[in-house]
T-cell receptor
């Protein structure tokens, strides 16, 4: 009964490769996010989708492309991976109409680029 | 855009003591200030939040205070226990009541260690 689940949990790959991370939420939330947490634990928003529509797009290289096939799924595809892409990527969701504004995070996907 | 500063970056306390973590924000329009706790290897989880129409909020051993004029807010943990050891993040955003998401800007985190 995991609320926000993302796969894979660990990903080790070579520079220049293309990889994807998948995220699904079963909370019925309208909004989903991708956050990047670097080695210093800094959490930074990358993208946000509301009901399949892109609403937040921070300054992220074009190599990162999110895709939301429906409001319960938000995937992240990364092209031409670089060493600096190594981080933990967290998917999250929230209910747009909720007064609490709470973000529910997935367990994270640790990406290591060699 | 919003900028959130958080201090200290590390904090070590003895079990039973209090811990205080402070944050400042730059955008006076921000009206929502949550605190997240991230245990080692785990996901961040909301522990308490406060809105700009409230100056203080308490939930058992944790409390948050907000000073809108000074644009700073603080997390207070009393009677600390070993299980309080984690990284704590403050955040700020302009809460969207219609459309849009919750664009939280996080602070840089505080590693709290509660020693026996």
């Amino acid at each position: 009964d995991t609320a926000v689940s993302q796969t894979p949990k660990y990903l080790v790959t070579q520079m220049g490769n293309d990889k994807s991370i998948k995220c699904e939420q079963n909370l019925g939330h309208d909004t989903m996010y991708w956050y990047k947490q670097d080695s210093k634990k800094f959490l930074k928003i990358m993208f946000s989708y509301n009901n399949k529509e892109l609403i937040i797009n921070e300054t992220v290289p074009n190599r990162f492309s999110p895709k939301s096939p429906d409001k319960a799924h938000l995937n992240l595809h990364i092209n031409s991976l670089e060493l600096g892409d190594s981080a933990v990527y967290f998917c999250a969701s929230s209910q747009r109409t909720s007064f609490t504004g709470e973000l529910f995070f997935g367990e994270g996907s640790r990406l290591t680029v060699l | 855009g919003e900028n959130v500063e958080q201090h200290p970056s590390t904090l070590s306390v003895q079990e039973g003591d209090s811990a205080v973590i402070k944050c400042t924000y730059s955008d006076s329009a921000s009206n929502y200030f949550p605190w997240y706790k991230q245990e080692l290897g785990k996901r961040p989880q909301l522990i308490i939040d406060i809105r700009s129409n409230v100056g203080e909020k308490k939930d058992q051993r944790i409390a948050v205070t907000l000073n809108k004029t000074a644009k700073h807010f603080s997390l207070h943990i009393t009677e600390t226990q070993p299980e309080d050891s984690a990284v704590y993040f403050c955040a700020a955003s302009i809460e969207q009541t219609a459309g849009g998401g919750n664009k939280l800007t996080f602070g840089t985190g505080t590693q709290l260690k509660v020693e026996l």
